[in-house]
């Protein structure tokens, strides 16, 4: 899932050569006046982070004048998607977070809408998914997991800050699978984005919790939970000490993108304007203190490319979720 492409950089560079996207930041000027962020789910979560993480660069940068944000949490994301689509005229300001989640939900039916449905404006970054339990746990390990399961399977609940069937839920079935489990067999509890997840992970309500790992990183940094296994193919430098699941024995790994979406009809000049915002970004200190903060990869496609590689995922995950019997 890591193979993106850039895309795009050709057009936007060619468009803003005639001044369309607003000044050139050559000059340390911005290139966006204003950015409202969208973002589908509640405070504390991976969309939450990677919203304010990408505004707090562009602006701390020059990039993009002022940045506010809107936390609209319902229907597993459904809620911000159909605000967004149905009040379009009024939204040419604002961009949408989102991530793989968007993908799995309309495949199963979550909402009714899907990425086609939206301006695609660019994928951003990639997160690696996480197994952590709290920091008196007894478990210390993805096979102090496994044993407890083994011992009982219903005592052994996993948790995750999306629906089931949904994108946490998915990974602990595919890290179960790969360690020979019953995918089905896992007790799996959702909550409202990972904030709650997490609470419920440090209430002991959850033996573990499946997340975004830059949502585990500072909690674990800070000694209040444990990563017990990351689904990257190489240990992290956020959390270095975080063993990979392949590490453990466990053949499998995940990436999840994230990025941003436009409200549909959104002009062109606009759509320009933002990827040349988000393109610049990332050559950017600011940039770079927010993303190895937070564990972050840099992942970034644009426009067609970025509808390709949703298409491929689309096509890959429906695969997946089949094969697990959640399709």
Known sequence: MTN????????????????????????????????????????????????????EALTNAGIVGTASYENMS?????????????????????????????????LTGVFPHNFRDLTLVSGTIGDYAAIVVGKDSPINSMDDLLAAYDADPSATAIGGGSVPGGMDHLVAAMVMEAAGKDAL????????????????????????????FSEAVDLSNAGEV??????????????????????????????????????????????????????????????EEVRARNGW????NSGDDFKAFLEQQEQQIGDLMKKLGFL
């Open 4 to 55: 993106f492409t850039l895309g795009r950089r050709a057009l936007i560079a060619a468009v803003a050569a005639f001044g369309l996207t607003g000044p050139a930041l050559a000059d340390g000027h911005q290139v966006v006046d204003s950015i409202h962020f969208l973002i589908p789910g509640g405070a504390g979560g991976g969309w939450d982070g990677t919203a304010r993480g990408t505004g």
């Open 74 to 106: 319902g229907g597993g994301g459904g809620k911000a998607i159909g605000f967004l689509i149905e009040n379009a005229d009024s939204n040419h300001g604002t961009l949408m977070v989102n991530s793989t989640p968007i993908v799995i939900r309309s």
């Open 185 to 212: 067999g896992v007790k799996y509890i959702p909550y409202d984005a990972g904030g709650k997840a997490m609470a419920a992970l440090l209430s002991g309500e959850i033996a573990a919790l499946s997340t975004g």
């Open 226 to 287: 444990k990563i017990i296994g990351v689904t990257s193919d190489e240990r992290v430098d956020a959390a270095p000490e975080a063993m990979t699941m392949k590490e453990q024995g466990i053949d499998t790994t995940f990436v999840n993108w994230r990025g941003f979406f436009g409200a549909p009809g959104l002009p062109e000049d606009k759509l320009v304007a933002y990827q040349e915002a988000i393109t610049e970004m990332y050559a950017t200190p600011e940039w």
């Open 297 to 300: 990869v840099n992942i970034h």
